[in-house]
């Protein structure tokens, strides 16, 4: 019997041509000194302080019950404890360890169980720990993610569900490639030796987190570079289990994005009809700004408008005419529990000199600590920054 020969899909057509308008703008880069402590801006009642310098490329941090914290550090491969044994508020040479080391790229930190968990570049480990914060020989718990290319730091956290979350970012800036675990979050299994690809079209997600009410996912996303000031924005997306979120053809609420080729998009559609089928993004935020990390406040220690909102580590562009980021923004929550706006709460690591751009602070890693004030890093100057609520009635 005859069969009809299938109609072949139409080749896409053309787009437009697009121009933009680039810059590449890296700020003077200073160390930190004591003096500029001044400089930087928090809310009213709050106040920021040095608790430890010296630590070199500072990136995630993870706060233990005891006040121990756990520090890794991306471009040395190593994680290292602190803790403030006498209490002063300052972490001295003689109160941190090296408790890791000779992990390519090591970041994302994560614990349960009483183990510890560092992903590295292409292989998450895990490490026994001990009373005294030390750490057993690292044993490969997970191996054979994506290489690091353009996007080596790898976010992760144990889920509510007990199975451990993992973003992998792209390895250029906006094309797709032929592996499918990257520009994606993965959802491994507890025993290490299966995963799956939790959500996808995430171009470098690294900071993200469980809402402590409603358990929604939320992720912040850093868009592409070389698109102009302003495109694509930063995004902060509710991450959802099986939802394409557009990179590299769309940004924001679906929108596609045109200065990237049609080519590469799957299936000969239009860019505007692959897009309609993504997910859009829940808050943006300033283009290029960078974000590295983030955490839901859930202690006592701030007013408690703060409670169950969540601070994210901008740590700042690079390709942009004016510089966006260098701060940690604070995204506030509504009666309901659903995320309004993205605002700046710790300012000043950037200023102009004349017509020069000077920043001493790329913040990276920011956690809760015990008392309920927040820890964030620097990881230019290895500095690690507390921000308390010093304000009175709250």
Not at 91 to 114: P, T, Y
Not at 232 to 246: C, K, L, T
Not at 271 to 299: E, M, P, Q
Not at 378 to 383: E, F, I, K, L
Request: aromatic share 12%.
């Amino acid at each position: 019997m005859a069969q009809t020969p299938p109609t072949p899909q139409p080749i896409t057509p053309p787009e437009p041509a697009a121009t933009a308008t680039v810059t590449r703008l890296e700020p003077v880069a200073l160390e930190f000194t004591p003096d500029k402590l001044g400089r930087l801006t928090v809310p009213a009642g709050f106040q920021i302080k040095v608790m430890a310098t010296g630590l070199g490329n500072a990136r995630s941090l993870l706060v233990m019950p005891n006040g121990g914290i756990y520090l890794s550090r991306m471009k040395q491969g190593d994680v290292w404890y602190l803790k403030d044994v006498n209490g002063d508020g300052q972490i001295e040479n003689v109160e941190r360890k090296r408790v890791a080391q000779n992990m390519s790229s090591a970041h994302g930190l994560s614990v349960k169980d009483g183990k510890l968990y560092v992903a590295a570049e292409k292989t998450i480990w895990v490490m026994d720990i001990a009373a005294n914060g030390s750490l057993s020989v690292p044993r490969i718990f997970a191996d054979g993610f994506p290489d690091a290319g353009q996007h080596g730091a790898r976010g992760m956290h144990w889920g509510p569900d007990g199975y451990l979350y993992a973003a992998f970012g792209s390895t250029n800036n906006d094309s797709r490639t032929p592996n499918p675990e990257e520009a994606t979050m993965l959802r491994i299994t507890p025993d290490g030796k299966s995963r799956e690809i939790y959500a996808s079209g995430l171009r470098h997600t690294i900071g993200f987190g469980w809402h402590p009410v409603t358990g929604a996912l939320y992720g912040f996303d850093q868009g592409s570079d070389w698109h102009g000031d302003n495109i694509p924005p930063e995004e902060m997306n509710v991450i959802v289990r099986g939802q394409d979120y557009g990179w590299p053809f769309c940004f924001g609420d679906k929108n596609p994005d045109p200065y990237v080729n049609v080519s590469g998009i799957p299936g000969k559609v239009t860019k505007a009809a692959y897009c309609a089928g993504t997910r859009g993004s829940t808050l943006n935020y300033i283009a290029h700004a960078a974000a590295i990390d983030s955490v839901f406040y859930t202690g006592g220690q701030f007013p408690a408008d703060y409670k169950n909102s969540m601070f994210v580590a901008y740590r700042g562009s690079w390709n942009r005419s004016e510089p966006s980021g260098y701060q940690i923004a604070h995204v506030s929550f509504d009666v309901n529990n659903q995320p309004t706006e993205i605002t700046p709460f710790v300012s000043g690591f950037i200023y102009q000199d004349g017509d020069t751009w000077k920043q001493f602070g790329r913040v990276a890693g920011v956690a809760q600590y015990t008392d309920g004030s927040m820890l964030f890093t620097d990881d230019q100057s290895g500095v690690l920054y507390r921000v308390l609520y010093t304000g009175g009635q709250k």
